[in-house]
């Protein structure tokens, strides 16, 4: 019988998980998408993961490190060495997040933009035409918005009117050098834009407070192209072979943004016409099809992109939901499938800046991989393809309710369900997780085959070994009973799961090899391996460089970043300085084409056997 989950509730986000007991609070966070700071690794020796326990049993603090006694007694906890060990309410002080570290403000250390979105507003109070003052109504306007704020004829048309109708005071909104329009009265406190980050699979929004830089709300929802395909390569075969599809797809994306604007909207009682600037990032393919440009180049050697430099587009031409005069920034893409979510992340990461060998690993449907060194970065692009999504699983899903995400072996398997609920599936975490433990085991050996009972040492527990299962030659691995799942049927890693494995794992694995063949290094010269992504979220960090994902260095090396994309689309929205920065570092990045590579295929096929052994144990 597996323990009972504990609920956890971080504060001040209200946001909930169930984790097993004995979990680290860095680990629960992660969960619940709320992304600490750990520049030592989490070796408890940087302080910076503090978070305080309000309520529940969440161990003693320890009795050296950098929080004081003081601390200490009001309840504050390395989120890094803490274990939960039953229902707990924790606060996330802001300083301790990521985002927190890259927040737009201005800073003494310069190393921060300053918060200047593109998008501001102008109250004005005009004087009316007389006798001795016969200017124009354009003379006037300019006088207050500067005489570099471009008027278009369509503006023209209507201020003669506006301006006459209203007194001569109004409130003039402006978006980089041009007026997109004009208020009634004083508005200049109330102006909103929204930061989107538009994965294959799941579109995030976040609504910002333009005038203070708060962030008001966040809302996420599928991707509604899925239903054309699951990966970027389906999508752009449908649109090579009709041609029509290309709408509907543009059309898909855009409903899903659409539907996330009016919840953000929704959420804060703001009017859709308060929204007035948009920013996207996402990958090649889905940029594309959002932006109406055709992506079928990317599905044919040499994989050429249609843009590289930013976007930008009226969004009324788009049909998106917001102010009629609004824009939407879509970022600049580096090349072949390495789009704007890379440059995003990039910009959120600092990556030219670090003084160490840095390695970016973004995880999804395809894995897109930065490597920076002395100033330079080279970027590729793998097909990871959906296995880390739940797809071509055999009972895999995404990560909701009933998605087994955390798998534990010793006497006997103890499983880790989304929403403490009878096991549906396997997620991804879970299948990275189970695979490990296995290949600790014996039960999995190097070439990934699961190996039948009579094959294994006397050393596996008889629970376990109980649970290999052979049919027709082809075995599998019980996790749950047909008693203890919600279909009422047994939950089992089968053969072929492990296989979607090793393609997923070993794709991302010989792209990381070919950008250090290439930089002269090696993964040992490496000062920090930067997840990002919301699946790098809650990948067990031992576990996935147990099965080769990641690079055999030391765990503390091995840093969660969050949703980089998500992060460098909202720094751009934010600061027209991050916007200057994103179109430099596109320009010092080289795009490293896999396909082109004729090394690929030997590290591919070498990548897909697993790694020996594990370098150390780590979270």
């Not at 509604?224 to 994306?253: F, P």
């Not at 969004?315 to 072949?336: C, E, T």
């Not at 993964?523 to 990948?539: K, R, S, T």
């Amino acid at each position: 019988m597996k323990p009972q989950e504990v609920d956890i509730t971080f504060q001040p986000s209200g946001r909930r998980v169930y984790v097993l007991p004995g979990t680290k609070i860095l680990e629960a966070a992660g969960r619940a998408g709320i992304i600490l700071q750990t520049p030592c690794g989490g070796r408890g020796t940087c302080g910076k993961c503090r978070v305080q326990v309000i309520s529940g049993p969440c161990g003693e603090a320890a009795d050296s490190g950098p929080l004081s006694g003081e601390l200490a007694a009001e309840g504050y906890r390395l989120a890094c060495q803490t274990e939960v060990q039953g229902p707990a309410v924790i606060n996330v002080p802001s300083e301790s997040m990521f985002e927190h570290r890259q927040q737009i403000l201005v800073s003494d250390s310069g190393n921060a933009g300053n918060f200047n979105p593109a998008t501001r507003k102008v109250f004005f109070e005009l004087a009316a035409p007389s006798a001795a003052d016969v200017r124009s109504d354009l003379a006037r306007l300019h006088d207050a918005i500067g005489d570099d704020v471009s008027i278009s004829p369509d503006m023209v048309r209507m201020l003669p009117g506006f301006l006459r109708a209203q007194d001569w005071r109004g409130t003039a909104v402006v978006s980089g050098d041009r007026l997109i329009g004009v208020e009634a009265g004083n508005t200049a406190d109330s102006a909103c834009g929204v930061a989107l980050d538009i994965g294959t699979t799941t579109v995030v929004g976040t609504l910002f407070d333009l005038i203070g830089g708060k962030e008001m709300a966040v809302a996420s929802s599928v991707n509604k192209q899925v239903a054309y395909g699951d990966d970027v390569i389906s999508r752009i075969r449908r649109v090579r072979e009709d041609r029509g599809a290309l709408n509907v797809l543009q059309n898909a994306i855009v409903e899903t943004i659409n539907d996330l604007i009016e919840q953000l909207v929704a959420q804060t009682g703001i009017p859709v016409s308060r929204v007035y600037e948009l920013v996207a990032a996402g990958n090649s393919t889905m940029q594309q099809i959002l932006c109406g440009f055709d992506p079928s180049a990317l599905g044919e050697l040499p994989f050429v992109q249609v843009f590289d430099k930013a976007q930008v587009l009226p969004v009324s031409r788009l049909g998106l939901k917001a102010h009629p005069g609004a824009d939407i920034y879509v970022f600049p893409q580096v090349g072949g499938f390495v789009g704007g979510d890379t440059v995003a992340g990039v910009t959120a990461a600092r990556l030219d800046r670090w003084d160490k060998p840095v390695l970016f690993v973004d995880i999804g449907t395809n894995g897109e991989i930065v490597l920076a060194h002395n100033g330079s970065m080279l970027a590729t692009s793998t097909a990871a393809g959906p296995a880390f999504e739940g797809a071509r699983i055999r009972q895999g899903m995404r990560a909701t309710a009933g998605a087994v995400e955390k798998v534990i072996i010793a006497e006997d398997v103890v499983l880790n369900v989304i929403g403490n609920i009878r096991p549906a599936g396997l997620c991804g975490t879970a299948l990275i997780d189970l695979t490990a433990e296995l290949l600790r085991m014996g039960i999995i050996d190097g070439t990934g085959r699961i190996l039948p009972a009579e094959e294994l040492s006397g050393e596996v527990p008889d629970a376990v070994r109980k649970r290999l299962v052979a049919e027709d030659g082809d075995m599998r691995f019980m996790l749950a009973d047909a008693g203890e799942t919600l279909s009422g049927e047994p939950l089992y890693l089968w053969q072929r799961d492990v296989r979607e494995l090793q393609l997923a794992a070993g794709a991302i694995r010989a792209g990381i090899r070919i950008l250090l063949r290439r930089a002269n290094l090696r993964a040992e010269d490496l000062g920090a391996v930067l997840l990002a992504g919301a699946f790098g979220n809650f990948i067990r960090r031992r576990n996935a460089r147990r099965i080769g994902l990641l690079p055999q260095i030391a765990c503390e090396r091995i840093r969660f970043i969050g949703n980089a994309a998500s992060l460098g689309a909202k720094m751009v929205l934010l600061s027209a300085d991050e916007r200057r920065y994103a179109s430099e570092a596109r320009h010092l990045i080289e795009h490293v084409d896999l396909s082109q590579d004729a090394d690929f295929q030997t590290e591919f096929g070498n990548a897909m056997l697993f790694p020996d052994g594990d370098v150390d144990a780590c979270a």
